[in-house]
């Protein structure tokens, strides 16, 4: 039912929002989305918060599918232990901030795509003033702390949270749209403790999620398919299963449960 | 009564098993769940899940009881019903460094 007739897509060219560039670069998914979804693509402002292992490949699809402005947040120098997974940084990058790296890459793979880089850590001072103007937030950092931090700020502001973590070969997904699903502090308990040291993972693995999430916040701009809400996604790249736990909100949780 | 009890990342590695089912007296609670799945997951791994369940330092493991995380219960007194299911996995926190 998605599909577009090609014929339609050749008389898109002279509209007033898409160059003949972009219509040849989207060709393929506009055949499924049609010029109108495409546009929310292109009027969507996306923060990806952490720009690694999970960042990485969100920040790539979303540019490439058109999304029309990213908002990278990392602090973080590219180091040499960095690429078995953050495919966005490569060998020549070490040493350079991770948002400058992932901007001029994105540049690269699509001009068209305005990127604002952002070398901060999240902190409680800055995240609602960095959050207050994107349409969707992407958890793509790597520690809890972090994580909570950014669901709250989230909840504050009312901005559909895509949460991811990984480990080793496995992770997790959860769609947040505050006030109609359960938060992160809803699913995790308050006390949830930091890894010690580093965090071991095949980089497949953030691979992998970080695309579900890119995929989450397509559907989440153009409203196609069924979202994975009140379900916590949990992967196991070993046994190669995906499976979807239906989560309640906490009718107390501390974060969420006003709403 | 049954209760479903669903394992998930490293403690299938733990456990050796994904998915069981525990038959129980009624008026248990998620403690008699764990002490009754040794049987099917043995001594070592059951301990496992006890001492990750109440660590406080690393990531403690999740347990949702059909979908909420007992924590937010009554902990492991918290009581079961006929049906339930228990999801336990540990909350994998990386993703970038």
């Known amino acids: 039912m998605y599909f577009v007739k090609l014929t339609k897509v050749n008389s898109w060219v002279g509209n007033d929002t898409f160059s003949s560039e972009e219509l040849r670069r989207y060709d393929r998914q506009l055949r499924i989305l049609g010029l109108e979804r495409q546009k929310k693509l292109k009027d969507s402002k996306v923060a990806i918060v952490g720009v690694g292992g999970l960042g990485s490949p969100i920040a790539l699809y979303l540019a490439a599918a058109g999304v029309g402005h990213i908002k990278l947040i990392d602090f973080d120098k590219v180091s040499l232990s960095n690429l078995n997974r953050q495919i966005i940084h490569w060998t020549s990058d070490i040493g350079k901030d991770k948002v400058i790296s992932a901007k001029e890459k994105i540049n690269k793979l699509n001009p068209n795509v305005a990127v604002t880089s952002i070398k901060q850590a999240l902190s409680k001072d800055n995240a609602e003033a960095l959050l207050s103007d994107v349409d969707i937030c992407i958890d793509a950092l790597d520690n809890w702390k972090s994580k909570l931090l950014l669901n709250e700020i989230c909840v504050k502001l009312r901005k559909p949270l895509i949460h991811a973590g990984v480990k080793e070969f496995y992770g997790q997904i959860l769609v947040i749209i505050p006030g109609k699903t359960p938060c992160l502090r809803c699913i995790v308990s308050e006390e949830v403790i930091e890894e010690r040291g580093k965090i071991p993972v095949i980089g497949v693995t953030p691979g992998i999620i970080g695309l579900l999430q890119a995929l989450e916040a397509i559907k989440l701009i153009t409203g196609m398919g069924e979202l994975t809400l009140n379900q916590l996604i949990l992967f196991d790249g070993l046994s190669m299963e995906l499976t979807k736990v239906t989560v309640e909100k906490n009718p107390t949780c501390p974060v969420c449960s006003h709403l | ?97």
């Open chain 2, 1 to 97: 009564m049954k209760v479903t009890v669903k394992f998930y990342a490293i403690l299938r590695e733990l456990t050796g098993k994904k998915e069981i089912i525990v038959e129980l007296d009624n008026d248990a609670k998620v403690i008699d769940v764990l002490n009754a799945a040794k049987k099917e997951i043995g001594e070592k791994a059951y301990e496992k899940i006890i001492e990750y369940f109440n660590r406080k330092k690393g990531p403690r493991l999740v347990i949702l009881l059909n979908g909420r995380n007992i924590v937010h219960l009554n902990e492991l007194e918290t009581k079961v019903k006929d049906g339930d299911r228990l999801d336990i996995f540990p909350p994998a926190g990386g993703g970038k460094k």
